[in-house]
């Protein structure tokens, strides 16, 4: 083999996560499975790199990393070997060479198609199926250390935007709010921001992913702030709209929609509902109320090692929900010219019902 063996004791949670992928095996009908998703590898092997690739079928778990990743692996992982190659696609052929494998799942949606057909050429009639989304799947109910670290995320980027709030004023200007946000993110002991700070204020906040700019901040905006950090890898996701100096009837009626909407869908979140009924009781909402042509996206989505992931709660989505799954709820209401109200916490599906993760509170708040 054009690589080296290093072998790491396996945990109980680590194997739980490891017969779940085994599970896929005789699903799908191949003898292993190649993955290069590095949140996947993550969540299989506890690997924290950004690049490698992990092999699993009935019996090894392989993790494949380049030289400058060997002693961490070593460090973060259990119940796997570690292989250091030279060359990834040759170390991929020499495995399935190795072990005589004629059917390889191939994660589909995280190998570069240059490198997929480089290891095509080279293990010649050995089938390669393409896999997408499986693994994904298996990741959607999340275990109890996986929420200790949902719960940290939440708590720590409340804290950020609660000590934000101190320096929003008019005249600041949205890319300043986003910049400031950030900064007490990672002072508040975030890894990262979830992604890109979204302030937008005013007529911006009719555009569902504005960009923060250099608009001012002016009395009688809605300033929409959607944010997120990271802790252990696992993020949060929350959004809050606020109102600067005060605000006319129209815009405390349609918060007052769209918050009725995200609490109504809330107290409907439980297991055994489908996602699908979770976006039709907030979307019913917001449409009664004449508003139905300004909601323009899904109801939420999975949280967890990505801030999106499976399920999506959406009105075509087939998913049913579970306990132990964590999805965002986030209605909206996008008057284009105007303004525009999210409002969207992050929820747990318990045994009987849900418990709100996310810790802002949701009520209006005029700053």
Known sequence: MDCEKKEVNESSMQESRIDRVRSLLSLYDVEGIFFFDASNIRYITGFTGTDGALFVDGKRVLLLVDGRYTTQAGNETTGCDIITFRDRTACMADIISDLKLSSVGVESTAIVLSNYLALRDRVGKVSLKPLSGKIERIRMVKDGGEIALLRQAAVTAARALEETLEYIKPGITEKDVAVILERKLRQAGGENPSFETIAASGVNSALPHAVPGSRKIQH??????????????????????????????????????????????????????????????????????GYGEYFSHGTGHGVGLNVHEPPRVYERSEDVLEEGIVITIEPGIYIPGLWGVRIEDTILVGRDGCEIITKMYKDLRIL
């Open 220 to 289: 009688g905006d809605f300033l929409t702030i959607d944010y997120g950090t990271i802790s252990g890898g696992y993020h949060s996701d929350e959004t809050c709209t606020f109102g600067i100096g005060s605000l006319t009837e129209k815009q405390i009626a349609v918060y007052d929609i769209v918050k009725e909407a995200h609490d109504k869908a809330i107290r409907a979140v439980k297991p055994g509902i489908s996602c699908a009924e979770i976006d039709g009781i907030a979307r019913a909402h917001i449409t009664e109320a």
